[in-house]
């Protein structure tokens, strides 16, 4: 089990940008598969983001690809998630989710498949 705390949530315009921060803590040893999610009022949940342990894959769901990048540096045990030409409809609450993958080259969209949650940040973009 690994705790994950979000941050770097905030207000902004349409077409800026904001970088997300996960931070992991616990059994931060072990090799995992990390994942950002969100959720708007009404809404739910909806895959963005996830990049393998070992870092070499990476995957974004179609609204996303080519504005959000998501990265990891495993030795400071955390997980980026840079977004740019933000958008109104990305306004939602973001989750950092975590999930053991030994073999460091498996990576999830679903979200049923994490084992761990954050809290979330709040991103709300303004047109």
């Known amino acids: 089990q690994v705790q994950l705390v979000e941050s770097g949530g905030g207000l902004v315009q349409a077409g800026g940008s904001l970088r997300l921060s996960c931070a992991a803590s616990?059994?931060?040893?072990?090799?995992?598969?990390m994942g950002w999610f969100r959720q708007a009022p009404g809404k739910e949940r909806e895959f963005v983001a996830t990049?393998?342990?070992?870092?070499?894959?990476?995957y974004y769901a179609d609204s996303v690809k080519g504005r959000f990048a998501i990265s990891r540096d495993n030795a400071k045990n955390t997980v980026l998630l840079q977004m740019n030409s933000l958008k109104p409809e990305d306004t939602a609450v973001y989750y950092c989710?975590?999930?053991?993958?030994?073999?460091?080259?498996?990576?999830?969209?679903?979200?049923?498949?994490?084992?761990?949650w954050g809290q979330g940040t709040q991103v709300t973009v303004s047109s």
């Open positions: 989710a975590a999930r053991p993958d030994y073999s460091g080259t498996y990576y999830y969209t679903d979200g049923h498949d994490y084992d761990s």
């Open positions: 616990g059994r931060t040893n072990s090799r995992y598969t």
């Open positions: 990049i393998s342990s070992r870092g070499g894959r990476t």
